[in-house]
C-alpha cells in the first residue's frame, strides 16, 4: 500500500539523518563550548557527531544494499539501522543518550511514518532515553528531548 505524501518514508529519513549529521558538524564546536554537565569536559558535541555518523553509516549501508536493483529499503529497515548505528557508535554519555533516543523512535517510526506515528515517536524517544538514565538531571539533552 503506497504512502500518503506526508508519510516519512526511508529517503526522508536517510535525508534527515544527513541533515542531522551536518548541522552536529557546524555546531559541534559550539555545543562542545557549552558542555558543563556532569563534567565541563567540552566534548559532548564531537560525541554526538561521531554517535550521528555512526547512525548515518549504518543507513547508508541499507541503501548500498538496494544500489544493484530498483527498489528502496522499507523505512522500518532504515530507522532501525539508523538506531542500531547510533548505538553501536555512541561516545559518551551523550551520544548513549542519543542512541537512545533513535532507538524510541525507531520502535514507533517502524510501524507507519504518518504525522501521529511522529509524534508518537518523540514522546517514546524522550521517554525511552530518560528510562535510561539512572539519576536524570534537569537542564541536560533529556530536557531538551521533552
Same mark, same amino acid.
Given at each position: 500500500?503506497?504512502?500518503?505524501?506526508?508519510?516519512? /518514508?526511508?529517503?526522508?529519513?536517510? =535525508?534527515?539523518?544527513?541533515?542531522?549529521?551536518?548541522?552536529?558538524?557546524?555546531?559541534?564546536?559550539?555545543?562542545?563550548? #557549552?558542555?558543563?554537565?556532569? &563534567?565541563?569536559? *567540552?566534548?559532548? *558535541?564531537?560525541?554526538?557527531?561521531?554517535?550521528?555518523?555512526?547512525?548515518?553509516?549504518? &543507513?547508508?549501508?541499507?541503501?548500498?544494499?538496494?544500489?544493484? *536493483?530498483?527498489? &528502496?529499503?522499507?523505512?522500518?529497515?532504515?530507522?532501525?539501522?539508523?538506531?542500531?548505528?547510533?548505538? #553501536?557508535?555512541?561516545? *559518551?554519555?551523550?551520544?548513549? #543518550?542519543?542512541?537512545?533516543?533513535?532507538?524510541?523512535?525507531?520502535? &514507533?517510526?517502524?510501524?507507519?511514518? /504518518?504525522? /501521529?506515528?511522529?509524534?508518537?515517536?518523540?514522546?517514546?524517544?524522550?521517554?525511552?532515553?530518560?528510562?535510561?538514565?539512572?539519576?536524570?538531571?534537569?537542564? =541536560?539533552?533529556? =530536557?531538551?528531548? =521533552?
Amino acid at each position: 500500500m503506497p504512502q500518503p505524501p506526508d508519510a516519512l /518514508d526511508a529517503v526522508a529519513v536517510r =535525508t534527515w539523518c544527513s541533515l542531522a549529521l551536518d548541522a552536529l558538524g557546524r555546531e559541534r564546536e559550539a555545543i562542545d563550548a #557549552i558542555n558543563v554537565y556532569p &563534567v565541563a569536559d *567540552g566534548d559532548t *558535541g564531537t560525541n554526538l557527531y561521531l554517535t550521528m555518523e555512526s547512525a548515518a553509516a549504518a &543507513v547508508e549501508a541499507v541503501f548500498a544494499a538496494h544500489e544493484t *536493483g530498483t527498489t &528502496v529499503p522499507a523505512p522500518a529497515d532504515v530507522v532501525r539501522a539508523m538506531a542500531h548505528g547510533a548505538l #553501536i557508535g555512541a561516545r *559518551g554519555n551523550s551520544g548513549t #543518550i542519543l542512541a537512545q533516543l533513535l532507538r524510541g523512535m525507531a520502535g &514507533v517510526l517502524a510501524e507507519a511514518g /504518518d504525522a /501521529d506515528h511522529l509524534r508518537r515517536a518523540l514522546a517514546e524517544a524522550a521517554a525511552s532515553a530518560r528510562l535510561a538514565v539512572a539519576h536524570p538531571v534537569e537542564g =541536560t539533552v533529556l =530536557t531538551v528531548a =521533552t
